[in-house]
């Protein structure tokens, strides 16, 4: 698993943790990526870290209690995706690696996947789906066969809305044989075309099922949402799905409303007349009476005033939003920042 990147597009939660240590429907993001490979039969996962390294073993340790063998190797300095790869090779045990990137959410079938990969005795198998908009991501052409034919990376004038999904099946070999040790390497600029230019097989997994990049706020916040409603399956949630999530130690007032997939954080509190739609509340978050949050990530520790609104919003760890403001469209807070009562407004109409 690839889960070294700084996750950038997440700030201010990532200052605090890396991208996939993000709480995603009560627990952190790559436990469901480590509850889906189990259940796919993986039992033996090495985390290629790098950016707060440390949090990923302090939480998971050697892997017993999610049933699996974990090892940790960590990047001194980042080397891209195929780098990283390269770097944790010597721990893997099987002729054949699945490799998963730490910022995507998706329900397509690993063991068919698997199996495909061995079947057309490919170097390498890549999980593709459809978007309707390409542009952002790794164009992939196919034949009848579902033969890889291209890979164009961030292609401005797509041909196809084919996308690499981030999971892939490596022959260990290929690995250790395609890429440079020690080097900065990117598979989908630099392995994926070499390994097409040398004539190897690199065969298409096609599954249009659910995915969703988490790399931004809002894909964070909606990817959160589907899982405690249970749009996509987790065998890690932490709970039955339905409208919310409260995790043990988490209050809610009896006459606020929370619905739309929200987790409510322990320790954190709802008050009375607030409403919380499709948000995340981390542990020991604070929301006042009458507050409205919407779409919205709020970080641990962090305050909301009475009747305040937060509408497509981040806040980071520990920040006081004072009563009486409107935060809209994108508005990030960060860590330990204070908004003084009515010291930030979206409209001139009072609410």
């Not at 698993?1 to 943790?17: E, Y």
């Not at 291209?150 to 892939?168: M, V």
């Not at 250790?176 to 075309?193: D, K, M, N």
């Amino acid at each position: 698993m690839l889960v070294g990147g700084q996750g950038t597009r997440l700030r201010p939660l990532t200052i605090s943790a890396p991208k996939p240590m993000l709480p995603a429907a009560g627990v952190p993001f790559v436990a469901h990526q480590l509850a889906r490979a189990r259940a796919a039969g993986v039992d033996h996962v090495v985390l290629a870290t790098s950016y707060r390294a440390e949090m990923f073993e302090a939480y998971f340790g050697d892997g017993s209690a999610v049933g699996l063998d974990l090892e940790y190797v960590t990047e001194d300095v980042p080397l891209g995706t195929g780098g990283g790869l390269r770097n944790v090779a010597d721990r893997l045990r099987s002729d054949d690696v699945v490799v998963f990137n730490g910022d995507i959410l998706d329900g397509h079938d690993i063991a068919s996947q698997v199996k495909r990969h061995r079947d057309a005795g490919a170097a390498v198998t890549l999980y593709l789906t459809r978007v309707s908009d390409p542009r952002a991501f790794g164009c992939v052409l196919i034949d009848s066969a579902e033969r890889v034919l291209a890979f164009k990376e961030k292609d401005p004038n797509p041909t196809t809305d084919l996308i690499n999904a981030g999971c892939y099946v490596f022959r260990r070999d290929v690995l250790l044989s395609a890429i440079e040790p020690g080097q900065v390497v990117s598979v989908e600029r630099q392995t994926f075309p070499a390994l097409l230019a040398s004539g190897a097989v690199v065969q298409a997994f096609v599954d249009d099922g659910y995915w969703l990049d988490l790399g931004t706020p809002a894909a964070f916040v909606q990817g959160s949402s589907d899982l405690v409603l249970g749009r996509i399956d987790s065998p890690a949630l932490p709970g039955s799905p339905g409208e919310f999530l409260a995790l043990p130690g988490s209050r809610i007032d009896p006459g606020a409303v929370v619905d739309g997939g929200s987790t409510i954080g322990a320790g954190a509190t709802v008050a009375a007349g607030a409403t919380v739609r499709q948000s995340v509340v981390f542990d020991d978050a604070r929301i006042g009476e009458g507050a409205t949050l919407t779409r919205t990530a709020l970080g641990r520790g962090a305050e909301v005033g009475a009747g305040t609104v937060l509408e497509d919003v981040v806040v980071g760890d520990g920040a006081r939003i004072g009563a009486g403001i409107e935060l809209r469209a994108g508005a990030r807070v960060f860590p330990g920042a204070v908004l003084e009562d009515g010291a930030v407004r979206f409209s001139s109409d009072r609410f």
